[in-house]
């Protein structure tokens, strides 16, 4: 069991290029997110979805598209990138229910915009 | 807005025990959490408290929630240096709300230091 898998691990980009980041998850989580974190400031909602077709803007959503065309993919897009976008990205996903709904986080990727 | 407070660092020293400490705004949490992540690393979930408990034990954790007055801590019996990690608190408002309810509002974390 996989749980979430983010690629890349690690990403350099210049300004104004474009890049997805990839989040897959095997456990049939209707809720996915993406956050940002960065030095002092914890881990920031980016967005978020609660099902396929659906997605929702959270704290911090200006510089980043997301879409879900399937429940188990949940890609992160950048279409200019900036350096206010250098920070490390975690995706995370639940079963959306009641309960305690635990988020499992992937292993985060890495990007840099010079 | 929802606000989660914790402490930047802590440092302790290896066999003693750590606790860490978070206030949370909203009294409608429904669960409150502890996160630990290790450098380089994805957050892994430590613990979590339903808010009509007023204290959990896992083994070395225990976790005290004082509803009353919105706190949260985490207390590490016989810190190890393994215990050096980043921890995060974070709550999950009204689980019956709706769509939103599924997001948990993080803390800034607290760096656990270990000294051997």
């Known amino acids: 069991n996989a749980g979430v898998t983010q690629t890349p691990k690690f990403q350099v980009l210049k300004t104004g290029q474009s890049m997805t980041l990839q989040c897959a998850q095997d456990m049939n989580h209707e809720y996915m997110s993406w956050y940002r974190q960065d030095p002092g400031m914890g881990l920031r909602l980016i967005h978020y979805s609660v099902g396929a077709g659906i997605t929702d803007q959270g704290e911090v959503p200006n510089g980043y598209n997301v879409s879900r065309s399937t429940t188990e993919d949940f890609p992160l897009r950048l279409l200019s990138a900036a350096p206010s976008q250098t920070s490390v990205y975690f995706c995370a996903s639940s079963y959306g229910g009641v309960g305690a709904n635990v988020l499992t986080f992937g292993a985060g990727s890495r990007l840099t915009v010079l | 807005g929802e606000d989660v407070e914790q402490s930047l660092f802590l440092s302790v020293r290896e066999g003693d025990s750590s606790v860490i400490n978070c206030t949370y705004t909203d009294s409608s949490s429904t669960y409150l959490y502890w996160y630990k992540q290790e450098p380089g690393a994805g957050l892994q979930l430590l613990t979590y408290?339903?808010?009509?408990?007023d204290m959990k034990q896992d083994q070395r954790l225990t976790v005290l929630l004082n509803k009353k007055d919105k706190h949260l801590s985490l207390r590490i019996a016989d810190t190890q240096t393994g215990d050096s990690a980043i921890y995060f608190c974070?709550?999950?408002?009204?689980?019956?709300?709706?769509?939103?309810?599924?997001?948990?509002?993080f803390g800034k974390g607290t760096k656990l230091s270990v000294i051997p």
């Open positions: 974070a709550e999950r408002p009204d689980a019956y709300s709706g769509a939103g309810s599924y997001q948990l509002t």
């Open positions: 408290i339903f808010s009509n408990m």
